[in-house]
């Protein structure tokens, strides 16, 4: 198994250690020399023992030839560097701010969705996240995230941490490490917790896979979800979070289904509401894509109009996804001619959700 991957990365090539979320930026040279080293079993460069000893504090030296060590991405023509994909959208939790809707458990079976994974791949797709309502519980989510470590992605996961206790999945990711794994807060207490998820039992599942994770040594990322049934154990979420993870985001803007419907809104805590930076446009559909359980990709999560089938037009299919981004980013009906466009801080698609969803105008539009 590899140790170290060297990859294209835009216009940039990197030297990555999976499950670790810091890299080296190499040189184009040195990306082509150990391009051909690991083609022809030549030995580990100098230089590299050195970066990755600097780095990470990795000891290459009793390494045999740089095939061994390194997985040398090939450069991809199509330059989508990050994918985030729904393995499935079913879940074992009910929470009500739940952006997908109906939770269906439905996904591809598995030999498709290597497919898919190798198109992405061959798309320049470095680094990976895998979400949906819950991945972990799908049938072939094991299969997923083994594949596309060894495919050469670093991987992130999105879970509600309800499975992260059990053996094969501890095993699965101390092997063959994520470089994140990202778990909610919904609460800081049991009665909170179980209440908002709507599931008996949950609080209890999160903390032992969220204790379970950590003395694993596995990367942790906390997301603090605050809405009106939680926001008085707001503090005490953030405490919990930081006890645990150096990372912690805090999100406190509840937006609509990603099909347009409004229940997730009644959870707003108004309280919470911060400002947010305006929106000065972003890479999706240019240099990151999302793909639904279907294999159907798409300019980004919120933006899921015309999706491009993957499994039937491969990866050529994505020569279209920047043009369908830059259509969809495009200001219409009443945003057209709107002189707060330069400080507006909802995206076009967004908007389009929100209105959708007939969301009150204080929500998304400074014009409220």
């Known amino acids: ?24 930026k190499i040189r184009g040279h040195h990306y082509l020399e150990l391009r051909s080293l690991a083609a022809e079993e030549g030995p580990l460069p100098g230089w590299l023992c050195r970066a990755a000893h600097r780095r990470w504090g990795l000891d290459l030296d009793a390494h045999g030839s740089t095939r061994e060590v390194v997985l040398v991405r090939e450069p991809s023509p199509y330059g989508h560097g990050r994918a985030s994909y729904e393995v499935n959208n079913g879940c074992n939790w009910a929470c009500p701010h739940c952006v997908y809707g109906d939770k269906r458990h439905e ?38 995230y083994a594949y596309a470590h060894d495919l050469g992605m670093m991987v992130e996961i999105l879970t509600n941490g309800s499975t992260l206790d059990r053996p094969q999945l501890l095993g699965l990711f101390t092997g063959r490490r994520p470089y994140r794994i990202t ?12 209440g908002f998820t709507q599931r008996r039992g949950a609080y209890r599942k999160f903390r ?7 003395e694993a040594g596995l990367p942790l990322s906390l997301s603090v979800v605050v809405t009106e049934a939680n926001a008085h154990e707001a503090p005490a979420m953030r405490a919990l979070a930081e006890r645990y993870a150096d990372r912690v985001r805090e999100y406190t803007h509840m937006s609509p ?70 259509q969809a980013l495009r200001r219409h009906s009443g945003c057209t001619d709107c002189a707060l466009q330069q ?18 105008l204080d929500r998304y539009c400074q014009h409220a």
């Open 183 to 194: 778990l909610s807060v919904y609460g800081a207490t049991e009665t909170t917790f179980d």
């Open 107 to 144: 996904g591809l079976p598995w030999p498709q969705r290597a497919k898919l994974l190798h198109t992405l791949r061959d798309a320049g797709v470095v680094w990976l996240e895998l979400g949906g309502g819950e991945c972990t519980i799908d049938p072939h989510f094991a299969d997923t």
């Open 1 to 24: 198994m590899h140790e170290l991957i060297a990859a294209p990365f835009l216009e940039d090539f990197l030297l990555l250690r999976p499950g670790h979320a810091s890299g080296v």
């Open 343 to 360: 400080s507006c801080t909802t995206c076009m698609p967004l908007v389009t959700l929100y209105r959708k969803a007939g969301a009150p």
């Open 208 to 214: 032992r896979g969220l204790a379970a994770a950590r």
């Open 257 to 326: 289904t990603f099909t347009g419907g409004s229940d997730p809104l009644a959870q707003q805590a108004p309280d919470y509401l911060h400002h947010r930076t305006p929106f000065t446009g972003c890479d999706a559909g240019h240099t990151s894509l999302n793909v639904n359980p279907f294999g159907l990709a798409t300019v980004c999560k919120i933006s899921r109009d015309h999706p491009i089938p993957l499994l039937r037009e491969g990866v050529a299919g994505l020569t279209r996804l920047g043009g369908i981004a830059d």
